[in-house]
């Protein structure tokens, strides 16, 4: 069965450092592969999502993710963090049981990402 | 604009009350689906739906109930035999092609009193 591993429930950065959000995934057949932002409560936002094709997908906000089948991973990356990238932040990979293009999506356990002036 | 609407955005509950979440969409979205929002713990799929008059239960069905008699809509009831409904809700829906992800509500707040 599909799983998403995010590591670390808590990461704390200064303003203007690199953000490194890891999530690794398990899965028998290529994913689908998405990271969502979530502000304090609101819904899920689309950050960014990788199907097919260029392993580099770049998202709104200048966050960017690779990925790599090699390390079934899907790091979620930024080269400044500003203020306002507070939030949480769920990695998700496709539930491929049903096969092909259907099904749904399998969450991480999220993490919180602080940022301090 | 074309979204999805969660009513209302904070509900409290008394022991012993079912109470009904709101979710109505107008992206013209074939699947629909309810999560529970718990601090450190995720989402936890209670009940998802591909097409109408169709439903199926997700990993925490125990003491939820849905129904899917339209397309735009589909309510969530917390009946009385979930012991711990304290939460945040969300609801989502997606067309049925997998790729394009889903799109989000606003969440509701339920809170037992």
């Known amino acids: 069965a599909q799983s998403v591993t995010q590591l670390g429930s808590h990461v704390s950065v200064s303003e203007g450092a690199l953000v490194l959000l890891r999530c690794n995934y398990s899965?028998?057949?290529?994913?689908?592969l998405f990271w969502y932002v979530q502000y304090p409560n609101q819904g899920l936002q689309l950050l960014l999502k990788y199907t097919t094709g260029a392993t580099l997908v770049k998202g709104i906000n200048g966050f960017e993710a690779e990925f790599k089948k090699s390390e079934t991973s899907f790091h979620l990356t930024k080269p400044s963090a500003h203020m306002s990238d507070a939030a949480e932040y769920f990695c998700a990979v496709s539930d491929q049981r049903y096969g092909g293009s259907q099904g749904n999506l399998i969450f991480g356990k999220g993490t919180k990402l602080s940022v301090k002036p | 604009d074309g979204g999805i609407t969660q009513s209302p955005k904070y509900l409290f509950r008394k022991e012993g009350q079912n109470v009904t979440l709101s979710c109505e969409q107008n992206?013209?979205?074939?699947?629909m689906y309810w999560y529970r929002q718990d601090p450190g713990q995720g989402l936890r799929l209670i009940y998802y739906s591909q097409i109408v008059n169709d439903f199926q239960k997700g990993d925490i069905a125990e003491g939820y109930s849905v129904s899917r008699e339209k397309k735009e809509s589909f309510p969530l009831t917390v009946t009385s035999a979930q012991k711990n409904p304290t939460a945040f809700y969300l609801c989502a829906s997606s067309i049925r092609r997998i790729n394009y992800g889903y799109t989000f509500g606003s969440g509701t707040r339920l809170t037992v009193v």
């Open positions: 992206l013209n979205h074939d699947a």
């Open positions: 899965s028998s057949v290529p994913p689908y």
